[in-house]
């Protein structure tokens, strides 16, 4: 299984991203994908979850209405569409990747075991 995290860059407040996990080896499978963010100096947190089988999505409560999360089976992409960015969602992205797909807090990051190398994403204010 590997990750691959892309669509980071540079957006205005207010403005819009969508980043890409290619997933290979797993969308056909059940498992769950989520994207974590980590802002400089605090922890990573869990922003969104997605089952790759039922697409049951989760979200954390910052990103609620805001962001979206889906999948594409055939291009096996797991996608974060970010919309009205505040500065505060400044930070590097990771996606994560999990079997099996259910257990204990989808954002318990200790439950993930794949992982791609994470994407940035800057809000200027």
């Known amino acids: 299984v590997q990750l691959v995290e892309s669509g980071g860059g540079l957006a205005q407040a207010g403005g819009s991203l969508t980043l890409s996990c290619a997933a290979s080896?797993?969308?056909?499978?059940?498992?769950?994908v989520a994207w974590f963010r980590q802002a400089p100096g605090k922890e990573r947190e869990g922003v969104s979850f997605?089952?790759?089988?039922?697409?049951?999505?989760e979200y954390a409560q910052s990103v609620m209405n805001r962001f979206t999360i889906s999948k594409d089976n055939s291009r096996e992409t797991v996608y974060l569409q970010m919309n009205s960015l505040k500065s505060e969602d400044t930070a590097v992205y990771y996606c994560?990747?999990?079997?099996?797909?259910?257990?204990?807090?989808?954002?318990?990051?200790?439950?993930?075991?794949?992982w791609g190398r994470g994407t940035q994403v800057t809000v200027s204010s």
């Open positions: 080896g797993l969308i056909d499978e059940d498992f769950g």
């Open positions: 997605i089952h790759t089988g039922d697409s049951i999505t």
């Open positions: 994560a990747a999990r079997f099996p797909p259910h257990g204990g807090a989808w954002d318990n990051e200790a439950m993930y075991t794949y």
